[in-house]
């Protein structure tokens, strides 16, 4: 819809164009109009030519009227009701002949059950590093400089003139909170960990990959330096926040006492085999391979029943030898695993901002309710549901998602986000995952840390 207003005092010409998009039509008005005798001379005529357009019908209905020079308008303001009055009656017009509504839109409402997949600034982890780093239940003031520091992570995706300084007042601030709160930060950590406590502190203050070090790169503006000293900062803040985190922060429902569970983090490696005697790809420098290796993180902080089923069924060796099976968004364990097993484990969620799971309920991402562990990230690990009720996981069946931003809401959230019982990510052989096959194997499963934090039924 455009209007295009003139009069003999600007241009001569007043033009309105109305545009119907259902039926692709146009209508369209142009008239002149003297304001006094002498301009009526000039102009001769009051003309008023209407035309209405079809872009699929080549006809032109005009209507044309010359109206005698006796006949003009005495006044602008006349003249200008008049004009009023013909677009009331072309709105009007135009309100009738189409189907949607012109009155009262409200082109940028978001209905609120759409509004996290229909948001650009969903605020969720985007790599398995991050939200586990973020899944630990530490200190308030470690938090507070971990959350300092990881802005720092969106600064530096700013192309060309990256915000340096907003940079170093981030470093600045988590300094400032370091130096202030040190007792708080080593009092969180056991007595027996303190010597290892102090130390890492010392580290992040002034060490090679610590704060100091990183504020010297953010000042000479190099963002590939301030890239790799970054990551090492957080890597010794999480290495500190492990430290004060040395088991659950909640006590587990009675019911699920009798469950397997992990009362912190876990390291699995799994030796996947290509199943058609053919080899993966080699690393740099290196040969083909027939066997590649996958390393997974579990995180029993957030999914302690899950975990902790995964982690003692690999002590058992009940994934050794089994097949894989692969769609176009994740590689899965083979179905169908019968050891016996007695119960079902309950799904088993940790909503963000809460401080204990959810069990046996999915969450409302559309409502806004968000996972501490997302799976809206590749490499993330995930139990399959059972095959009875989406309240329980399976038991033995997990799978690794393939997570893809084109086939997730315009939020990057995957549409399966919120579902199944995540309990941990992939953080060494992401590259491995793109190149397993329907028909691989895992050689072996091994727990190659965490069997310590793991807590049978008959040691409760």
């Given at each position: 819809?455009a209007?295009?207003?003139?009069?003999?005092?600007?241009?001569?010409?007043?033009?309105?164009?109305?545009?119907?998009?259902?039926?692709?039509?146009?209508?369209?008005?142009?008239?002149?109009?003297?304001?006094?005798?002498n301009?009526?001379a000039?102009?001769?005529h009051?003309?008023?030519?209407?035309?209405?357009?079809?872009?699929?019908?080549?006809?032109?209905?005009?209507?044309?009227?010359d109206?005698?020079?006796k006949?003009?308008?005495?006044?602008?303001?006349?003249?200008?009701?008049?004009?009023?009055?013909l677009?009331?009656?072309?709105?009007?017009f135009?309100?009738?002949?189409?189907?949607?509504?012109?009155?009262?839109?409200?082109?940028?409402?978001?209905?609120?059950?759409?509004?996290?997949?229909y948001?650009?600034?969903?605020?969720?982890?985007?790599?398995?590093?991050l939200?586990?780093?973020?899944?630990i239940?530490?200190?308030?003031?470690?938090?507070?400089?971990?959350?300092?520091?990881?802005?720092?992570?969106?600064?530096?995706?700013?192309?060309?003139?990256?915000?340096?300084?907003?940079?170093?007042?981030?470093?600045?601030?988590?300094?400032?909170?370091?130096?202030?709160?040190?007792?708080s930060?080593?009092?969180?950590?056991?007595?027996?960990?303190k010597?290892?406590?102090?130390?890492?502190?010392?580290?992040l203050?002034?060490?090679?990959?610590?704060?100091?070090?990183?504020?010297?790169?953010?000042?000479?503006?190099?963002p590939?330096?301030v890239?790799?000293?970054?990551?090492?900062?957080?890597d010794?803040?999480?290495?500190?926040?492990?430290?004060?985190?040395?088991?659950?922060?909640?006590?587990?429902?009675?019911?699920?006492?009798?469950?397997?569970?992990?009362?912190g983090?876990?390291?699995?490696?799994?030796?996947?085999?290509?199943?058609?005697?053919?080899?993966?790809?080699?690393?740099?420098?290196?040969?083909?391979?027939?066997?590649?290796?996958?390393?997974?993180?579990?995180?029993?902080?957030?999914?302690?029943?899950?975990?902790?089923?995964?982690a003692k069924?690999?002590?058992?060796g009940?994934?050794?030898?089994?097949?894989?099976?692969?769609?176009?968004?994740?590689v899965?364990t083979?179905?169908?695993?019968?050891?016996g097993?007695?119960?079902?484990?309950?799904?088993e969620i940790?909503?963000?901002?809460?401080?204990?799971?959810?069990?046996?309920?999915?969450?409302?991402v559309?409502?806004?309710?968000?996972?501490v562990?997302?799976?809206?990230?590749?490499?993330?690990?995930?139990?399959?549901?059972?095959?009875?009720?989406?309240?329980?996981s399976?038991p033995?069946?997990?799978?690794?998602y393939?997570?893809?931003?084109?086939?997730?809401?315009?939020?990057?959230?995957?549409?399966?986000?919120?579902q199944?019982?995540?309990?941990g990510?992939?953080?060494?052989?992401?590259?491995?995952?793109?190149?397993?096959?329907?028909?691989?194997?895992?050689?072996s499963?091994?727990?190659?840390?965490?069997?310590?934090?793991?807590l049978?039924?008959?040691?409760?």
């Open positions: 819809m209007f295009t207003l003139s009069s003999p005092i600007l241009p001569h010409k007043l033009s309105f164009s109305f545009s119907a998009a259902p039926k692709r039509s146009f209508l369209s008005s142009q008239f002149t109009f003297p304001l006094n005798r301009e009526a000039r102009f001769g009051f003309k008023i030519h209407c035309k209405r357009t079809n872009i699929n019908d080549t006809r032109e209905p005009v209507h044309q009227h109206l005698p020079t006949l003009f308008i005495s006044t602008f303001q006349h003249g200008m009701k008049t004009v009023k009055t677009i009331a009656t072309i709105l009007i135009v309100q009738i002949s189409t189907p949607l509504c012109l009155v009262g839109w409200d082109f940028w409402s978001v209905f609120p059950a759409n509004a996290v997949l948001s650009p600034d969903t605020k969720v982890p985007r790599t398995g590093e939200a586990l780093r973020r899944a239940p530490a200190n308030a003031n470690m938090k507070a400089i971990q959350a300092s520091l990881e802005d720092i992570s969106f600064l530096l995706r700013i192309p060309q003139r990256k915000p340096y300084g907003t940079m170093e007042g981030n470093v600045k601030k988590a300094l400032k909170i370091a130096m202030d709160e040190k007792d930060i080593l009092a969180s950590i056991p007595a027996d960990l010597e290892k406590g102090s130390a890492l502190y010392a580290s203050m002034d060490g090679k990959g610590g704060l100091q070090a990183l504020l010297k790169c953010i000042k000479d503006q190099d590939d330096k890239s790799v000293g970054l990551a090492s900062s957080l010794t803040v999480a290495e500190l926040e492990l430290l004060q985190a040395p088991g659950l922060s909640f006590l587990l429902p009675e019911q699920y006492k009798k469950y397997p569970r992990l009362t983090r876990g390291i699995v490696k799994l030796t996947i085999e290509k199943g058609d005697g053919s080899a993966f790809s080699p690393e740099a420098g290196g040969e083909p391979r027939k066997t590649a290796t996958i390393q997974v993180v579990l995180d029993g902080y957030s999914a302690p029943l899950t975990a902790g089923n995964v069924l690999v002590i058992d009940a994934y050794d030898g089994t097949r894989l099976n692969c769609t176009n968004q994740a899965l083979e179905k169908g695993l019968d050891k097993s007695d119960y079902n484990l309950p799904l940790m909503p963000s901002g809460q401080f204990e799971p959810l069990y046996r309920t999915a969450l409302n559309q409502d806004g309710e968000l996972p562990l997302p799976l809206s990230v590749y490499g993330a690990v995930a139990m399959a549901h059972s095959e009875d009720s989406e309240e329980y399976a033995y069946q997990f799978f690794f393939l997570y893809d931003k084109r086939n997730a809401g315009l939020g990057g959230l995957s549409f399966d986000e919120g199944f019982s995540v309990f990510y992939t953080t060494v052989g992401r590259d491995i995952l793109p190149q397993i096959k329907t028909g691989d194997v895992i050689q499963a091994k727990l190659m840390e965490g069997q310590d934090r793991l049978l039924p008959n040691e409760s």
